[in-house]
């Protein structure tokens, strides 16, 4: 995924980790050669249009919702349909209150009738905080979980690592995040909870306990599920 910041400073572009912390102490539970973070991509202020997702300080959110709403006010003063000019006026509104619209309760046929793809802040905006600025880690963090995507691990052996998905995503859709050839031979998956993982003390612990759950492809993923793909490699 991508992630904009917008107007903060000091930001370094590329692929930047997600050192959620969560994955730090499944590292200390699950013994493995090495952790890998999910990884994000970070552009600079060009980003806007590609993004998934805007961090912003006050004041250049601010510069981003009087972009929308000049934008919003043009449209109005053209020949819009009623439809249209209904939901224009709602956003007017918001924005003139300095609400970003993501924030707001718009549905997918509000977005529809005034062809969104002009606005900015229907993408999620995260407002980072002075010292958030300095700790770009966390803010990443953060960032993601406002965003709509999740993770998922799998644990031991060479790699404890961390998968970015969207929420919403099934283990079969989780599968071929790793790999094609998992998407494709997709058996069933074995699921351990995070706070399950958690309270047992570590994977084997929690399969003692009785916590480890064998799961179709249609399972919606968990955030920080523990997954363990059970496919057939000749797809």
Not at 114 to 124: E, F, Q, Y
């Amino acid at each position: 995924m991508k992630i904009c910041l917008y107007g903060v400073p000091g930001t370094v572009v590329g692929k930047h980790p997600l050192k959620d912390p969560r994955l730090d102490t499944a590292h200390k539970l699950v013994a493995a050669d090495k952790k890998t973070y999910a990884a994000v991509d970070v552009t600079g202020d060009d980003g806007l249009a590609e993004c998934d997702a805007i961090v912003a300080t006050d004041s250049s959110a601010l510069e981003l919702v009087l972009q929308d709403l000049e934008f919003v006010e043009t449209r109005l003063g053209r020949d819009a349909t009623d439809a249209e000019k209904l939901v224009l006026e709602r956003m007017k509104t918001d924005l003139e209150a300095g609400r970003c619209l993501s924030a707001c309760a718009y549905t997918a046929a509000d977005w529809e009738a005034v062809n969104a793809s002009g606005l900015i802040t229907r993408k999620p905006v995260v407002i980072a905080t002075a010292e958030e600025v300095n700790q770009p880690d966390p803010l990443l963090v953060r960032a993601v979980a406002a965003t709509g995507w999740i993770s998922f691990l799998t644990v031991g052996g060479k790699e404890n690592r961390a998968w970015l998905i969207r929420q919403g995503a099934t283990a079969w859709e989780a599968g071929g995040a790793i790999h094609t050839d998992i998407h494709k031979g997709f058996i069933r998956a074995e699921i351990i909870g995070w706070a399950d993982f958690v309270t047992a003390g570590g994977e084997t612990q929690a399969k003692r306990a009785g916590k480890l759950r064998l799961e179709t492809k249609q399972y919606v993923m968990q955030d920080y599920d523990l997954v363990n793909f059970r496919f057939n490699k000749t797809g």
